[in-house]
């Protein structure tokens, strides 16, 4: 079966249930301050930047089986980067 997006947002509703699931996890494990939108976001920026067309199994794959940990310490060194920023305003 073939998938073709038109719009990020268009992917994201379809991916949506495996971020639930991620989400699920994280919370189970302790990370309830990491939301969907930020496995997503981590992903885009990290994983996928210089990926060329995924495919939809690859990306849900990469969801489930992201690394809790280094999605944690990146979320925390992001904060700590705009928590700067916002000082030296």
């Not at 249930?17 to 919370?27: G, H, M, T, W």
Request: charged content about 35%; overall charge negative.
């Amino acid at each position: 079966m073939d998938f073709t997006f038109s719009s990020k947002e268009e992917l994201y509703k379809m991916i949506e249930p495996a971020l639930d699931a991620k989400k699920s996890e994280l919370d189970r494990l302790g990370y309830r301050y990491i939301h969907k939108n930020d496995v997503w976001n981590y992903l885009i920026l990290t994983k996928w930047t210089k990926s060329h067309n995924l495919e939809l199994n690859d990306i849900v794959s990469d969801i489930l089986n992201c690394d809790n940990r280094l999605l944690d310490k990146y979320l925390k060194e992001k904060l700590s980067e705009q928590k700067q920023k916002i000082e030296i305003i």
